[in-house]
């Protein structure tokens, strides 16, 4: 069974358009977290909820609105897509209490053309 | 917040030496350092951690070092393969993952 799952794996969209990612966890973990990694590779922090609440929220443009409807699920819907927003989305997950390592999903690459 | 420092960004070995990535850290909180491997088109999958209680830890051809009071940690392998080939990140969490710039590995055969 897949730890963390995260659909689409691909993504090809128009500028403008608006578009969703669904993450799922079957680990019992407390809190999930959306990463988007650029071309350099760079992991930066874009949410993260514990227990189905926000407790982090970088600097991201307010078109990127994470949804939370359990403590299993983390959904990323992102409005009026716009050419910079091409990069691949990881979602993940952990046991903050415990701090303890975090388990990645397979990543959506979105393309916006 | 944490920063991270992740050096090199890129590392080219010969099959069969050694490789070492290192990275320094900011917030004297930190107290857990997991380190990733990230293989193409894949997520990162966790290699090895250790915690601030730990000075070294090793598993098989991986090991980990960690200086608290320098704040610095570091990833060894030895032996490298090709199959060492890819993108590692090293983090530095309390209470929330911060993340190195990363690390391109290649082993040539």
């Known amino acids: 069974d897949t730890a963390v799952s995260q659909t689409p794996k691909y993504l090809v969209t128009q500028m403008g358009n608006d578009k969703s990612i669904k993450c799922e966890q079957n680990l019992g973990h407390d809190t999930m977290y959306w990463y988007k990694q650029d071309s350099k590779k760079f992991l930066k922090i874009m949410f993260s909820?514990?227990?189905?609440?926000?407790?982090i929220n970088e600097t991201v443009p307010n078109r990127f609105s994470p949804k939370s409807p359990d403590k299993a699920h983390l959904n990323l819907h992102i409005n009026s897509l716009e050419l910079g927003d091409s990069a691949v989305y990881f979602c993940a997950s952990s046991q903050r209490q415990k701090n303890t390592e975090a388990f990645f999903g397979q990543g959506t690459r979105l393309t916006v053309v | 917040g944490e920063n991270v420092e992740q050096h090199p960004s890129t590392l080219s070995v010969q099959e069969g030496d050694s490789a070492v990535i290192k990275c320094t850290y900011s917030?004297?909180?930190?107290?857990?350092f997991p380190w990733y491997k990230q293989e193409l088109g894949k997520g990162p999958q966790l290699i090895i951690d250790?915690?601030?209680?730990?000075g070294e830890k090793k598993d098989q051809r991986i090991a980990v070092t960690l200086n608290k009071t320098a704040k610095h940690f570091s990833l060894h392998i030895t032996e490298t393969q090709p199959e060492d080939s890819a993108v590692y990140f090293c983090?530095?969490?309390?209470?929330?993952?911060?993340f190195g710039t990363g690390t391109s590995l290649t082993v040539i055969p």
């Open positions: 917030d004297s909180a930190s107290n857990y």
């Open positions: 250790i915690r601030s209680n730990v």
């Open positions: 983090a530095a969490t309390s209470n929330q993952f911060y």
């Open positions: 909820y514990n227990n189905k609440e926000l407790i």
